[in-house]
T-cell receptor, first 106, second 114 residues
């Protein structure tokens, strides 16, 4: 089956720093989503991005479908950005990567 | 986007007992999904619940352990049966938007089995 790999597994930032999270997938997909899971376990949909680039405030995402990867950019990070970031591909069901755990220190 | 209400938000249960988790959506949806997230792990799909038919279970999950009901287009329940400490996880329900491109999740149920 398809493999979804995220890197890095952990990331610690100072408030105000920028970061890039990566998601590699082993096969062609029509649907890729990014989620943020806050420390209370709530999972929030950030982007639906099968290809191209989207921006939402300090967050943006780029998917290069032909090269089978997606990137999530976080600029000017804040402590509220802490949590786990998941990418997931949709093959009739969502296949999640293992996540990147982000900790933003004040 | 869909608003999903899931309850309970957390529970501590004795081994050998069962817990039923409820998921209510603010709009009618064709499919509802149940996920398990073991401590420190990613999400794994347990089953897909369609209204009017039996749920479809993923490999490694069985109906006797995780019975699911889907009585209408806005509601579903997942029961975790005969619990053991290994069932301690976050359980989440999810739906897709009308275009079936974006997924939305309930708040999750944090289950601890002692």
């Amino acid at each position: 089956g398809i493999q979804v790999e995220q890197s890095p597994p952990d990331l610690i930032l100072q408030e105000g720093a920028n970061s890039t999270l990566r998601c590699n997938f082993s096969d062609s997909v029509n649907n890729l989503q990014w989620f943020h899971q806050n420390p209370w376990g709530q999972l929030i949909n950030l982007f639906y991005i099968p290809s191209g680039t989207k921006q939402n405030g300090r967050l943006s995402a780029t998917t290069v479908a032909t090269e089978r990867y997606s990137l999530l950019y976080i600029s000017s990070s804040q402590t509220t950005d802490s949590g786990v970031y998941f990418c997931a591909v949709d093959l009739g069901k969502l296949i999640f990567g293992q996540g990147t755990e982000l900790s933003v220190k004040p | 986007s869909a608003v999903i209400s899931q309850k309970p938000s957390r529970d501590i249960c004795q081994r050998g007992t069962s817990l039923t988790i409820q998921c209510q959506v603010d709009s009618q949806v064709t499919m509802m999904f149940w996920y398990r997230q073991q401590p420190g792990q990613s999400l794994t799909l347990i089953a897909t619940a369609n209204q009017g038919s039996e749920a479809t279970y993923e490999s490694g999950f069985v109906i006797d352990k995780f019975p699911i009901s889907r009585p209408n287009l806005t509601f579903s329940t997942l029961t975790v049966s005969n619990m053991s400490p290994e069932d301690s996880s976050i359980y989440l329900c999810s739906v897709e938007d009308l275009t079936r491109t974006e997924a939305f999740f309930g708040q999750g149920t944090r289950l601890t089995v002692v």
